[in-house]
């Protein structure tokens, strides 16, 4: 598609549930990272895929969070155990290996 | 720890003036630097790019960029209320599109009719 595209729109977990969001890039490109957005504007990377390989993994709580981007399938950031401070806006982004990153319309997720 | 800073605002400025939005960055290795607009409750939408030093015009908006003072500013010439949003200072280290973004805070642009 022409643009990036996550689901859910809305995901509500008790603290300790296992909490799964998905994205799919832009048909063509090659790169998706993940980034998350606390307390309104402090944006965090967290990892990034080149294909299916992960590229940079940085970013990640890796106690917790795992992602995976598998052939033909939508890429996928999983949150085991989810803690008060996960709550968060999580987006995705896409890019060609010479373009802008694109970003998708965000999950939010909200742990009680 | 490599950081971007921008004054959080919020901005305030009258329909019609120049907006100055400004944004400092830690490391020197930083090769690209991009201006995203958020608007509430939104994704981040890229603006403007810029990779060299000098001016880069782009219809009311003109990045600039000086390596040597570590700085990236963007001036919104004409501003519209629609501009009214929160403006996003990033950072990448690396010169292809590989690397992640570095993002600022944010500036809160407000522009009053």
């Known amino acids: 598609g022409e643009e990036v595209a996550q689901t859910p729109k809305h995901l509500v977990r008790g603290e300790g549930q296992k909490a799964k969001l998905y994205c799919a890039p832009i048909?063509?490109?090659?790169?998706v990272f993940w980034y998350q957005q606390v307390l309104k504007n402090e944006f965090k990377f967290l990892i990034s895929?080149?294909?299916?390989?992960?590229?940079?993994e940085t970013g990640m709580p890796k106690e917790r969070f795992s992602a995976k981007c598998l052939p033909n399938s939508p890429c996928s950031l999983e949150i085991q155990a989810t803690k008060l401070e996960d709550s968060a806006v999580y987006f995705c982004?896409?890019?060609?290996?010479?373009?802008?990153?694109?970003f998708g319309p965000g999950t939010r997720l909200t742990v009680t | 720890q490599k950081e971007v800073e921008q004054n959080s605002g919020p901005l305030s400025v009258p329909e019609g003036a120049i907006a100055s939005l400004n944004c400092t960055y830690s490391?020197?290795?930083?090769?690209?630097f991009f201006w995203y607009r958020q608007y509430s409750g939104k994704s981040p939408e890229l603006i403007m790019s810029?990779?060299?030093?000098g001016d880069k015009e782009d219809g009311r908006f003109t990045a600039q960029l000086n390596k040597a003072s570590q700085y990236v500013s963007l001036l919104i010439r004409d501003s519209q209320p629609s501009d009214s949003a929160t403006y996003l200072c990033?950072?990448?280290?690396?010169?292809?599109?590989?690397?992640?973004?570095?993002f600022g805070k944010g500036t809160k642009l407000s522009v009053k009719p």
């Open positions: 490391d020197r290795g930083s090769q690209s």
């Open positions: 895929f080149q294909n299916e390989n992960v590229f940079d």
């Open positions: 990033a950072v990448r280290l690396q010169g292809g599109s590989q690397g992640n973004l570095i």
């Open positions: 982004a896409s890019s060609l290996p010479s373009g802008y990153q694109y």
């Open positions: 048909k063509g490109h090659s790169y």
């Open positions: 810029i990779y060299s030093n």
